[in-house]
Structures are given as C-alpha cells and as structure tokens.
C-alpha cells in the first residue's frame, strides 16, 4: 500500500505566500511524475503544476511565475511554494504521483487526501 500524505494550506490574505508538501509512504519502489491539482466547489479538478523524476516542469498558465514546483527524490516528496497569492487560487489543492510499487511493480496514480487553500481579499 502507498499513501500520499499532504501538509501545509491554509489561511492568507492575498499577496501572501503557502508552501504545500506531499510525502509518500509505504511500499513505494519508484516515483515518476509527480503534481499538484486544484478544485473548488461546482468546478472539475484543474492541473496546477507537474514535475519529471528528472526535474521538468510544467504549469497552468494562470499559475505561471508565482507557483514553483519541486521533488525530493530521496524523500519520495514533492513540494509546491505558492507566491503572490490571489483570492481566485482559493481551493483544495490535491498531489498526485505516478508510484511503482514495491513486490508488485505495478504502476497507477496516487492522490493526496486534499489540502484546502484559502486566500482572503
């Protein structure tokens, strides 16, 4: 079993900065991608950011310049600092990895439980 566990949202006023962290653990053999998704109420998840194992990114146009993802391999983690924060990001912010397992090797997407982020005006 592979879990994903997220810490780090909560509460800031607009312009603010949150750092989010997602750490896997349990039978964990190998990670490739690994991201960051957002929903709100009402709206489907939308891809926030998305990292190789070696360290390529991508993401979300409105995102751009404010966001940075990055990965500790070592740690099996994956961390997003959200800068400039705008009422408009407010949302539960959900990680998700692409996990080898251990034993099985078998390959599936992982999510993160959620963290909610909200930015106040």
């Known amino acids: 079993q592979v879990q994903l566990v997220e810490s780090g949202g909560g509460l800031v006023q607009a312009g603010g900065s949150l750092r989010l962290s997602c750490a896997a653990s349990g039978s964990v053999f190998r990670i490739y991608a690994m991201g960051w998704y957002r929903q709100v109420p009402g709206k489907q998840r939308e891809l926030v950011a998305t990292i190789t194992r070696g360290g390529s990114t991508n993401y979300a146009d409105s995102v751009k310049g404010r966001f940075t993802i990055s990965r500790d391999n070592a740690r099996n983690t994956v961390y997003l600092q959200m800068n400039s924060l705008k009422p408009e990001d407010t949302a539960v912010y959900y990680c998700?990895?692409?996990?080898?397992?251990?034993?099985?090797?078998?390959?599936?997407?992982?999510w993160g439980q959620g963290t909610q982020v909200t930015v106040s005006s």
């Open positions: 998700a990895m692409e996990v080898q397992e251990s034993v099985s090797l078998s390959l599936s997407r992982k």
